[in-house]
């Protein structure tokens, strides 16, 4: 439910599994580096997207960690990134393709990784809750119960 309580789809249920190991920690995500780091993108200053993993909230709230969308900090200002990403330098780490990010690949390549462990194609989870309206009154009475609660203790 704490999923769907939000202005999100509940596709961030995903990170359920993992709730044991982010307790207490900084969750530096990649999100928006399918826009920042692709080298084909018309890219605008500013964001295309407004918020990223609203789904999360009140998840880490509960569990205690911090959600950083590391990429997101550079992404504000899109042209350098994409004038590095151009970069004859950067030609070796560009394996061409719609999975084209040289970025990321150098950074991983320069750590150890090989390049057939990396990066050939995009693997997003997203699990599309078809009756999320439905559901959505029924999570937010879960969600205030839980603050209900602390309130009153």
Same mark, same amino acid.
């Given at each position: 439910m704490e999923f769907i309580a939000t202005d999100g789809i509940g596709d961030d249920v995903a990170f359920l599994p993992f709730a044991k190991k982010? +307790?207490?920690?900084?969750y530096m995500s990649g999100t928006y580096g399918d826009v920042i780091w692709d080298k084909s993108h018309k890219l605008s200053p500013g964001f295309t997207k407004l918020v990223f993993e609203k789904g999360l909230? +009140? #998840?880490r709230l509960r569990v205690g960690f911090y959600? #950083?969308?590391l990429i997101a900090v550079g992404a504000r200002f899109p042209y350098p990134i994409q004038k590095i990403t151009n970069h004859w330098q950067m030609q070796k780490y560009s394996i061409g393709? +719609?999975?084209d990010r040289p970025i990321p690949r150098r950074i991983i390549e320069e750590a150890g990784?090989?390049?057939r462990l990396f990066g050939v194609q995009k693997s997003a989870v997203s699990?599309?809750?078809t009756n999320h309206t439905e559901l959505f009154e029924e999570a937010i009475q879960y969600v205030m119960g839980r603050y209900k609660a602390v309130v009153a203790k």
């Open positions: 982010l +307790e207490h920690k900084i909230t +009140e #998840f959600n #950083f969308p393709g +719609e999975y990784v090989p390049r699990p599309f809750i």
